[in-house]
């Protein structure tokens, strides 16, 4: 009586591999320019919530977000680090990842509940030459997606291609 794959396994097959799909252009004022894949949507209820301050973007497992910002000010590892303590208590992991040449730092935050749901967040940040800039990525992980590896893999895979394809303005000065 079999009749097709069960909603988890489409559901699975929507996470095989990471495509691009449709792309859109965004910028955070003049220091960065950013393209969004269709994996993320543009979210106006939450970015107007901001007051448009920046941009924040929905995942297609319809939990996690992303916001992205881009600032002039001065700003270092420890004080992004502290930063982030202060915000969530506490930093889980620390890592860094090289992309076209730039160090991109990553703090994890530890879990969380909201609305029901469970969460930790990820930062994504890399400086200016003289830490006069900040260019900045975070990502509320829904812990669910991020217990199944294939899932995590596409989130993994579509952040890589929103910062390889990132144009940094002022990272010189």
């Given at each position: 009586?079999?009749?097709?794959?069960?909603?988890?396994?489409k559901e699975r097959e929507a996470y095989k591999s990471f495509?691009?799909?449709?792309?859109?252009?965004?910028?955070?004022?003049?220091?960065i320019k950013y393209v969004i894949?269709?994996?993320?949507?543009?979210?106006?209820?939450?970015?107007?919530?901001?007051?448009?301050q920046y941009n924040i973007f929905q995942f297609k497992d319809k939990y996690s977000l992303l916001e992205i910002k881009a600032y002039e000010g001065?700003?270092?590892?420890?004080?992004?680090?502290?930063?982030?303590?202060?915000?969530?208590?506490a930093i889980k992991k620390e890592s860094k990842k090289t992309i076209k040449g730039k160090v991109w730092y990553v703090l994890n935050t530890p879990d969380y509940?909201?609305?029901?749901?469970?969460?930790?967040?990820?930062?994504?940040?890399?400086?200016?030459?003289?830490n006069n800039y900040i260019y900045y990525?975070?990502?509320?992980?829904?812990n669910e997606t991020d217990k199944d590896s294939v899932k995590r893999k596409y989130f993994d895979d579509s952040v890589k291609y929103i910062l390889e394809n990132m144009t940094l303005n002022n990272v010189d000065k």
């Open positions: 009586d079999y009749i097709g794959p069960t909603a988890i396994e495509e691009a799909g449709e792309v859109k252009p965004y910028q955070a004022g003049n220091l894949p269709s994996a993320w949507t543009f979210d106006s209820q939450r970015t107007a919530a901001v007051g448009n001065k700003c270092t590892y420890e004080g992004m680090k502290q930063s982030a303590i202060s915000s969530f208590g509940s909201s609305g029901g749901y469970s969460y930790h967040n990820e930062l994504y940040f890399t400086m200016s030459a003289n990525v975070q990502a509320y992980v829904y």
